[in-house]
């Protein structure tokens, strides 16, 4: 079967560089950490599953072992013995390791996934009494993992963008360092920043947008997103989300910008649609916030009919703006 997914890992963004074409092909892991009562928890069947429907191989590196005779090392293995048989496996696969993954939940597939440099979801198993807090990724079930968690998780792995969502002309994905250019010829039309911050001179820029790659989408998943327009690949605008301190407490806040050439063609409407879509069905948030400021009124009238209310005045950075909230 051939996915979306299986023939570049880029997801038909053609913008992106040849270097960059690798995919996930080799999901390692043992099978006993994914077990109970001899078998497995619950939705690991499902995701192998989808794993190889996506032309992923799930390799359980135990059975490769008690296939060889190494039963008693299959019981309780060595990293040296996990990273040999990882490296066999690939090596007559022809797959590279920068195209591979684990699902570890034992200290010794934890280190051998490390040592090999892989990507890694850690699962910490309840049965196993092991407290995981060390790695990014921690998976306390599989009832809710699919591909597409896997392959984010991959992803981010080897900083390579994710991309959000579609919209009917629109994709919406993570900002990189390669974007630079294009972000300032964006913020150079005219009226860009009349009711946005401006860009921070180039070194400055290149530094908050790699900080901000690390922490925010690092950490929170989500962030101000680019725009790209999906006949051109052209990038048009930003939208996406950001945490807010309002009223003593965090609160997401949508924000958007759409090129000053691709304004009044309705690709702000679309483009927020699809953000808050993303919101109640991926994030699973029933609260959105925007503040605009209130000679704005183009902007006023967009979230009106995006079904958002007036909540209040709010001061923020020394500027006066009306607070709007949609709920669901």
């Not at 992923?56 to 190494?70: F, H, K, P, Q, T």
């Not at 691709?262 to 483009?271: I, K, L, P, S």
């Amino acid at each position: 079967m051939q996915s979306e997914y299986s023939c570049a890992i880029y997801l038909g963004m053609r913008e992106m560089k040849e270097e960059t074409k690798i995919r996930l092909r080799c999901l390692f892991f043992r099978g006993s950490e994914l077990r109970c009562d001899k078998q497995y928890i619950k939705g690991v069947s499902r995701l192998l599953e989808e794993m190889r429907l996506h032309e992923v191989i799930s390799v359980d590196l135990e059975e490769l072992m008690r296939g060889a005779g190494e039963s008693e090392a299959a019981a309780a293995p060595k990293i040296s013995d996990l990273c040999r048989l990882m490296e066999a496996v690939l090596e007559e696969f022809g797959i590279g390791e920068a195209e591979s993954m684990a699902i570890a939940a034992a200290p010794s597939m934890i280190g051998a996934a490390d040592a090999m440099g892989l990507a890694v979801a850690v699962y910490e198993n309840p049965d196993a009494g092991i407290k995981i807090t060390d790695h990014p990724t921690v998976l306390l079930g599989f009832e809710d993992i699919d591909f597409m968690y896997m392959l984010r998780i991959w992803q981010r792995k080897h900083k390579i963008p994710w991309k959000i969502l579609e919209t009917e002309r629109c994709y919406l994905r993570e900002i990189t360092l390669k974007d630079m250019d294009d972000l300032f010829e964006l913020y150079a039309y005219k009226g860009m920043t009349d009711y946005i911050e401006p860009l921070y001179e180039r070194k400055k820029e290149e530094d908050y947008q790699r900080a901000y790659i690390e922490n925010m989408y690092g950490f929170y998943g989500y962030g101000m997103w680019l725009v790209k327009e999906k006949m051109t690949d052209k990038l048009i605008g930003r939208a996406g989300l950001e945490n807010r301190l309002l009223g003593g407490e965090y609160e997401l806040e949508m924000g958007y910008a759409i090129a000053t050439p691709y304004q009044r063609q309705g690709y702000a409407a679309e483009v927020c649609e699809g953000v808050l879509r993303y919101v109640k069905e991926t994030l699973g948030y029933t609260r959105v916030n925007c503040l605009i400021q209130k000679d704005n009124a183009p902007s006023i009238a967009l979230i009106k009919k995006l079904g958002f209310s007036y909540l209040e005045s709010v001061t923020e950075g020394g500027k006066l703006y009306e607070r709007y909230i949609k709920t669901s």
